[in-house]
């Protein structure tokens, strides 16, 4: 119980001439019973945030196709993850590239790590782990965690990229002070 309150008890049991004691242990309980609601509160709050809004629904084929048709990089990286999933429309893992290769040549580095990733797998793509590099590479460069990781991983390895420690280590330390470990 901070001062503010204990003097404000001793106050009321002055004004009340109820024995502070009592006073104390009520407001004690109070206190308690506000840091359990306080608690509830956040936890709530914590769910409420990590759920999907139900009145909200996800922007349709159309208006996300709208918008990439129209240039936006980031809708265009949209369009290619509906497709890649089949979300709002029949899967189908060629247009996802070339969608992930429009938002990709206007510097969206979430679509140069997916479309890096696409080309490694040879998914949608013809297989070619020199341009997977390239991509991901760029994609690290502009500081996606997810990418810096990977690329870290692969110097490690030596997987499609000559083996190199000291790479690998400024790579991962990257990734690692974004929180990717």
């Known amino acids: 119980m901070n001062t503010t309150t204990r003097a404000v ?36 709050q914590e769910v409420l945030s990590n759920a999907k809004h139900p009145a909200v629904p996800p922007p349709s084929f159309d208006a996300v196709s709208k918008q990439a048709n129209q240039g936006d990089p980031a809708a265009q990286y949209r369009l290619a993850r509906m497709y890649y999933f089949g979300d709002g429309v029949p899967e189908n893992r060629e247009e996802a590239a070339r969608w992930h290769a429009k938002a990709a040549d206007q ?25 997977a590099v390239q991509l ?11 990418a810096q990781y990977a690329l870290g991983m692969m110097y490690q390895t030596g997987e499609d990229v000559p083996q190199n420690n000291d790479k690998a280590a400024e790579w991962l330390a990257k990734a690692a002070a974004q929180g990717r470990e």
């Open 9 to 44: 008890v001793i106050a009321v049991a002055l004004l009340c001439a109820q024995p502070e004691t009592h006073l104390f242990a009520a407001a004690e309980n109070a206190q308690t019973g506000l840091d359990q609601r306080n608690r509830e509160k956040m936890h709530n």
């Open 107 to 131: 510097g969206y580095a979430e679509a140069q790590y997916v479309l890096g990733l696409l080309y490694s797998a040879g998914d949608g793509v013809r297989q070619d782990r020199e341009k």
């Open 136 to 146: 991901i590479a760029k994609a690290a460069e502009q500081g996606l965690a997810e």
